[in-house]
């Protein structure tokens, strides 16, 4: 139960609406903590809901921050930025300015007032009832548009983007019209790339496009003009040694999604070559038979399947494939794009990446051939978010500390520390928040931030994130440092093998850093083959990952390895050949170089079954090169003998049968038959 003051009068709630309270568009469902918006819910965390409902069940008090902490966080010490949080999330999902609110009202330095005139009845009359959609037609297709309130919301969280959002409009239009589009959102770590991206989805939602697979799908009315969403993303520590790693992910996402059935049916009869590598929707039966079915197929098939499978998914509706650090991209992977990107056919296809430049830009680097293929079409597009503006750094702060008199000059200050870097601002802004800047009104400190002097604002993003780092307690610095070595996506089971501890505690911890938004965000749960369920979590920035990483001494970065490896391998006990790659990583970090050689020679096998060669020979050549760590035997003999064979295949593919490379590859297999004194090995060899 909540906790109130007994002087203080409590709205009435009455049975017939089963503990509902209406304010303006809104309703508040107290018995299903819910919060809604005409038709559709609107997202809020469990605190975020107490604070609002503990406002709402004293509406037009005053409200202290103190009671607040005392209702909400009652065996919990938290600072009063959480509470700021909250309020400013409460804000976004009601689209209330701070300045002129209509619903949460800030008394300085006090509390808040909850101000909207409340009921326990429906509204009703014309002005109660949900508008018609706005609909404009964009060359034959139907673009609805719905008027909501978290439009503005949206623009408070992101600023200084509106010529880039608008662009991005103007090329997903394209889209609609058939005309296939592939775009490249390129720039350094922390310019916004993914924020761009998900404010651009997120723009579409509020518009009346309804984007499927979506987390409220089911609760949203169905519109006339439906879009496929499916996510893929490359990751560093393995991504590169998995083909078609983003692209199987984003499909695996959408199969699972509302309409997946729908989609898996579609892959069935356009894309089965890709089918057949996505057993967690097949059973055991339904994969034997596929196999059976596309037993000699080529790459070629595989690249033209794909490509008919994503024009089929257009002739319903747009789709959306949205493939994140592009930079980190498979071989396979870009000369799919580069297939889809180059067919004549119509397709409402729009593809949207991300990628850093600076790795793309030095040496032979798959994305730059790419790049330079299909730039000069039209469909083809890259551009780069720009540097934020000393005014716009204004409106962030302005927006995000609407309660707050902000010292004089301090936007000024922020961009010249974080130049202009939307990830460096937002760092530096919680590093003033934290020493008490913007609560500060005497003028000492504010000259202190004009002087540059003595307030110890780090220099670089590194110095703040560790400084954020130094402040958590040691068993949170553990669960950081150990999900770093899991790498940028994890889950609390691995990271608790790695640190020896029970499953539960680790996960308690993992979800209250994902809560508070610090390091890393939830993003569901999933089933290993062993039967455990777990919770999966991934790094907001690569960033972060890195400064963690570095930070684990080399004996412990051994030991996690090790640890998590293993745990990784009682998970998948008759499927490991699905995560092979990182299985490799693992031990090669963790020393076990036996290990790691025979699950590179899983991950090759697993690339030239899908005809990966260039996948196959990068992880075939690291395999001979680990086993130079072993002491000669007859084992690593044959290891290496099975390593070379695939090699020379695999050179032969993409080399030709004379290159020098496929020569010396059979030399090699030739001398280690004669020592092992294998002569059907050399026969055939």
């Known amino acids: 139960m909540m906790k109130t003051q007994t002087d ?13 309270l209406y304010f303006g568009s809104y309703h508040l469902d107290l018995q299903n903590e819910q919060l809604w918006h005409e038709q559709q819910t609107v997202r809020l965390t469990g605190k ?38 909250c309020i400013k999330e409460l804000r976004k999902a009601l689209a209330d300015d701070a300045r002129s609110p209509q619903y949460i009202e800030t008394v300085h330095r006090r509390g808040y007032r909850f101000i909207a005139p409340l009921s326990s009845v429906p509204p009703q009359g014309p002005e109660s009832r949900v508008q018609g959609p706005e609909s404009e037609r964009h060359g034959g297709v139907l673009l609805v548009q719905t008027p909501d309130p978290r439009r503005q919301a949206l623009d408070v969280s992101l600023v200084g983007r509106d010529a880039e959002l608008a662009q ?30 998900e404010a651009f989805l997120q723009r579409l939602e509020t518009e009346g496009w309804r984007l499927v697979p979506s987390p409220q799908a089911s609760s949203l009315k169905p519109l006339a003009s439906p879009v496929w969403l499916a996510h893929g993303q490359c990751v560093e520590q393995y991504g590169a040694g998995e083909p078609y790693l983003p692209v199987l992910t984003a499909l695996g996402r959408l199969c699972r999604g509302v309409e997946g059935d729908a989609v898996k049916g579609l892959l069935h009869r356009h894309a089965p070559t890709w089918l057949v590598h996505m057993p967690a929707l097949l059973s055991d ?105 000393a005014e716009a750094v204004g409106q962030y702060l302005a927006r995000r500390f609407a309660d707050r008199a902000l010292p004089a000059g301090v936007e000024q200050v922020v961009h010249h520390h974080a130049e202009g870097n939307p990830l460096f601002m937002v760092n530096v802004a919680d590093y003033l928040e ?34 954020h780092i130094e402040k958590m307690s040691a068993d949170e610095q553990d669960v950081l440092m150990a999900a770093s070595v899991a790498g940028m996506e994890f889950s609390a089971a691995t990271v608790a093998a790695g640190l020896r501890e029970e499953d539960e505690a680790v996960e308690v911890r993992c979800a209250n850093l994902a ?52 745990r990784l391998e009682r998970a998948y006990p008759s499927r490991r050949d699905e995560v092979a790659s990182e299985l490799a990583v693992h031990f090669e970090h963790g020393r076990d170089f036996r290990r790691a050689v025979q699950y590179i020679g899983q991950a090759a096998q ?23 760590q072993l002491p000669e035997s007859p084992e690593r003999e044959q290891q290496e003998l099975a390593l070379q064979v695939g090699l020379s295949l695999s050179l032969m593919h993409t080399r030709g049968f004379a290159a020098p490379e496929v020569e010396h590859a059979y030399d090699r297999i030739r001398d280690l038959c004669q020592t092992a004194g294998d002569s059907l090995q050399r026969f055939a060899a």
């Open 285 to 389: 039966e339904e994969r034997e038979t596929l196999q059976r079915q596309v037993g000699g197929a080529t790459r070629d098939r595989m690249l033209r399947e794909m490509a008919e499978a994503l024009e089929a998914l257009t002739v319903e509706r747009p789709f959306i494939l949205c493939l994140e650090d592009l930079h980190w991209s498979d071989y396979s992977t870009l000369e799919l794009l580069s297939v889809v990107t180059s067919r004549p056919e119509p397709a409402r296809l729009f593809v949207l990446g991300t990628c850093r430049p600076l790795e793309v830009l030095g040496g032979d680097h798959p994305l730059k051939n790419l790049r330079i293929q299909i730039q000069r079409s039209d469909r083809y597009h890259d551009f780069t978010p720009s540097f934020l503006s």
């Open 8 to 20: 203080s009068p409590i709205v009435e709630q009455s049975p017939q609406t089963n503990g509902a």
């Open 168 to 197: 991005l409009h103007q090329w997903f239009a394209r889209a609609c019209r058939g005309e296939r589009q592939v775009i490249f959102v390129s720039g350094e770590a922390g310019i916004g790339k993914t924020a761009l991206v």
């Open 434 to 467: 934290q020493q008490g800047v913007f609560d500060d009104e005497s003028g000492d400190q504010v000259q202190q931030i004009l002087d540059g002097a003595t307030i110890g604002i780090p220099e670089s993003l590194r110095q703040l994130i560790e400084h």
């Open 515 to 566: 809560r508070r938004s610090q390091f890393f965000r939830d993003i569901g749960v999933a089933e290993w083959p062993d039967g455990t369920f777990v919770s999966r979590y991934r790094f907001i920035h690569a960033f972060y990952q890195n400064v963690l990483y570095e930070r684990v001494p080399l004996g412990r970065r051994v030991s996690l390895h090790l640890r998590i490896g293993e």
């Open 48 to 85: 975020s809901f107490a604070v609002l409902r503990y406002l709402v069940e004293h509406s037009n008090q005053l409200v202290t921050k103190r009671e607040l902490f005392r209702a909400v966080w009652t065996s919990t010490i938290v600072s009063h930025s959480t509470l700021t949080s």
């Open 606 to 628: 697993s690339a030239m079954w899908t005809y990966a060669y260039r996948e196959a020979i990068d992880h075939l050549r690291k395999g001979v090169k680990l086993l130079t």
